[in-house]
């Protein structure tokens, strides 16, 4: 992969990815530890025509980024737990109404003000729940600098093609870490565009009907084409609707498209999988040092393996139920109570092999923390 070379914090690498996807439009409110992202934004948009707005809130933020969005703007927010918890509101009515547009959350210590300097993991099942009402959604993430860049430029073609929020989940160490990323040359990584209606003006325009292939082509908000956009239930011109065979309609495409994609979606990367008695699941910073632990058992010759989720949401559970059908012993590897464990003792044959090796103080789980969990397992030294 040829470009430029830059030593860079997680939030610029995030940066660094939206400005290569073709971000247009960023609202948002300054949070720690997410801050770095709307600095460099406010900076790089202005000097390539793009628009840069702070706003009063974050739930102006999201309110900012859905308009933008129907105008044709790719769009992006960030903030961190609790600018996520005003936002939720905004996201559930951007999935409804099927706007494209991006979520970065680099994640603290909470509940509420938390921990706002310190490491934690504990929004995983905020941003699949968060929202109230029946409904999917996308949530990636990353370990290092690179699969930031890659993960952020994901979100953006999942979005457009899906006509979705999707939910970028980093956390502190991620975003405040410095390492080395290379920047892909312009047409390297493949960009999806957002797919314009071929509907003339003057001709009846369905903004809510689906092609053959699940996807809506859009037409920009105050262009050739008036529409009626709602966060209730409608019908496919846009308009209110409590007509029980629309609503069941609606649900049940606003969940398809997402779910029945589901083996479309998943990104991970594997170490030692194949042969792996004991194998860890972690994601985000976690992975890192779970990483670290396996290299070392390995050199001494023992059968240990890493699967790293880059998708946390749809859930992968064919992957994981596949990548664990010969471990004797699964150890996932997080910073929180247990929130992706769980779904990976939903995922696998024998959930009594899964054990949980976490921090939930704000600190950074570390090889020591993960190796005293296996000694409980093993029984014995390492």
């Not at 991970?268 to 972690?282: K, P």
Request: hydrophobic content about 40%.
């Amino acid at each position: 992969m040829g470009g430029n070379l830059k030593f860079v914090q997680g939030n610029e690498a995030c940066v660094e990815g939206a400005l290569y996807a073709g971000l247009d439009f960023f609202a948002g409110y300054p949070i720690t530890p997410s801050t770095e992202i709307a600095e460099l934004l406010a900076s790089r948009l202005p000097k390539t025509g793009a628009k840069f707005i702070q706003m009063e809130d974050e739930i102006a933020s999201i309110c900012a980024l859905i308009g933008a969005s129907l105008t044709g703007c790719k769009v992006m927010t960030a903030t961190s737990g609790p600018g996520f918890s005003l936002i939720q509101e905004g996201l559930g009515y951007a999935i409804m109404a099927e706007i494209p547009c991006v979520i970065v959350n680099v994640q603290r210590g909470g509940p509420s003000t938390g921990i706002p300097t310190r490491v934690h993991q504990g929004d995983v099942n905020q941003a699949r729940w968060g929202t109230h009402g029946d409904h999917a959604i996308v949530a990636l993430t990353a370990s290092n600098h690179q699969d930031v860049f890659a993960m952020t430029v994901e979100a953006f073609n999942i979005a457009e093609t899906y006509r979705t929020p999707v939910v970028l989940l980093f956390d502190e160490v991620i975003g405040h870490m410095r390492e080395r990323l290379v920047l892909p040359e312009h047409g390297e990584i493949a960009m999806v565009e957002r797919l314009k209606t071929s509907v003339k003006e003057g001709v009846d325009y369905h903004p809510y009907l689906p092609r053959e292939d699940g996807r809506l082509p859009m037409s920009d908000f105050g262009g050739v084409h008036r529409y009626n956009v709602t966060g209730l239930y409608h019908d496919m011109w846009g308009f209110p609707s409590d007509d029980s065979d629309v609503v069941d309609g609606l649900l049940r495409h606003l969940m398809d498209k997402i779910e029945n994609q589901a083996a479309h979606f998943p990104k991970y990367r594997e170490f030692y999988t194949e042969d792996a008695d004991c194998l860890f699941i972690s994601y985000g910073s976690a992975a890192r040092s779970a990483r670290h632990v396996v290299e070392r058992r390995r050199r001494l010759g023992e059968r240990f393996g890493l699967l790293e989720l880059q998708t946390l949401w749809p859930f992968p559970h064919d992957i994981v139920k596949e990548k664990t059908a010969g471990a004797r012993y699964i150890v996932v590897v997080e910073m929180n109570t247990g929130q992706i464990c769980q779904s990976v003792r939903l995922a696998v044959s024998r959930p009594e092999r899964v054990f949980l090796a976490n921090r939930i103080d704000g600190v950074l789980i570390t090889p020591t923390d993960i190796q005293r969990v296996i000694r409980l397992i093993y029984g014995k030294g390492f």
